[in-house]
């Protein structure tokens, strides 16, 4: 009979208190969403502020001072900008003008009808007895308050954002007091450049290929002569930026408010084959493309990553998981006790493994490391 495998108690213990505190973190996390949403999406901001006074930096005439100042508007008003868009497009789309609101109760039920004459059905139910045990009135005094909440919750980011600001000027003082040896503050400093250009890398990708979505289908949608197809334009580039549940909205919502729009089914049917073709081509020729090593992700932890984020802090969870993801991985890489942890979130096995490592030298990888450390 074979024997066991022995395990150190020393390993089996420290195993024990990762576990623990795992846990333990979750647990905050989940007690602490209110106050650590807005500052996730504050620092996601600002990640995205630092990229893009960058870009304007190398690419203009602007000093470093009036490149970031451009840069902290571009973000801020395209933060405003998105919240209005959304809150006014859904109005209009349900307001009076668009018809959707009179039409969508005939309609529904007129499709009911013919579904049911095509398995040789009669006497279909209506639309009023499918939903006659749901609480309408309920659900729309909640989505009020969510509304209510997206106001307020941008409020709190935006006063986060002001504060994670004004802390950056004392950051470089605060690296040098925390590691007053030279060689510890590099490696911090090259932990945080990793972690900072995989988020750059990420939003980069998510939002050309999301730029190339829309175009495409605000094309196909003006073509079939969707209403608000502006409005459901800019809902396709926001999904985007979600794992796996965004391509299944931005496939099949505006083909659904097709079916109350037109007496037809052929443009409901167009924008659905459309769509999915679209999302099929850039998501499996030109995304896997561009992404490289920006998002050497494991699928499996992708979607986990969208579960447990937003369990845990629900829309805005979503937003960040693969962000969060990503920050997790290359954190963990650094260190070698967590490192076989990053070596499971990555996709084949190396994270982040054609970077050069600022321990090493330039000019050699991780990978060529870690063949030097196995030999």
């Not at 809150?87 to 209009?92: L, R």
């Not at 490696?187 to 990708?205: D, I, K, P, S, T």
Request: with cysteine.
């Amino acid at each position: 009979m074979k024997s066991p495998v022995a395990v150190p108690s020393s390993v089996v213990a420290r195993n024990a208190l990762a576990l623990i505190a795992t846990v333990a973190a979750g647990a905050a996390v989940y007690w602490l969403r209110d106050i650590l949403t807005p500052l996730a999406m504050a620092i996601f901001l600002m990640i995205m502020i630092d990229g893009l006074k960058r870009w304007v930096e190398t690419r203009t005439a602007l000093t470093a001072r009036w490149a970031g100042v451009a840069a902290l508007a571009l973000v801020v008003l395209g933060f405003f900008a998105s919240i209005a868009i959304i809150v006014n497009g859904a109005a209009g789309f349900f307001g009076e003008a668009s018809g959707v609101s009179q039409n969508l109760g005939p309609r529904i039920d007129q499709i009911i009808r013919d579904v049911w004459s095509l398995f040789g059905q009669n006497d279909p139910p209506t639309a009023q007895d499918l939903l006659r045990g749901v609480d309408l009135r309920g659900y729309l005094t909640s989505l009020a308050f969510q509304a209510q909440g997206v106001a307020s919750g941008a409020f709190f980011v935006l006063v986060y954002l002001g504060f994670l600001l004004a802390s950056r000027a004392g950051f470089q003082r605060k690296i040098v007091h925390m590691f007053p040896d030279r060689h510890q503050r590099t490696e911090a400093l090259a932990v945080f450049q990793r972690v900072r250009g995989g988020v750059e890398g990420y939003l980069w990708v998510q939002a050309v290929t999301g730029a190339m979505i829309c175009v495409a289908a605000w094309i196909l949608m003006r073509a079939v002569g969707l209403q608000n197809a502006e409005f459901w334009t800019f809902v396709i580039f926001i999904v985007g930026f979600i794992p796996v549940l965004g391509g299944a909205i931005a496939g099949l919502a505006p083909p659904l408010f097709a079916l109350v729009q037109f007496d037809s089914y052929w443009p409901a049917l167009i924008l659905l084959g459309g769509l999915q073709a679209i999302l099929f081509v850039v998501g499996n020729m030109v995304q896997p493309r561009m992404q490289g090593d920006n998002q050497n992700i494991d699928p499996v932890v992708v979607l986990l990553a969208l579960a447990f984020w937003g369990k845990l802090w629900g829309v805005v969870g979503m937003f960040l998981s693969t962000p969060l993801a990503v920050m997790a991985m290359a954190i963990l890489a650094e260190f070698r006790g967590s490192r076989w942890m990053a070596v499971l979130l990555s996709g084949d096995g190396q994270p982040y493994a054609s970077e050069p490592d600022a321990r090493d030298g330039p000019g050699r990888s991780r990978k060529t490391r870690d063949a030097g450390e196995e030999g």
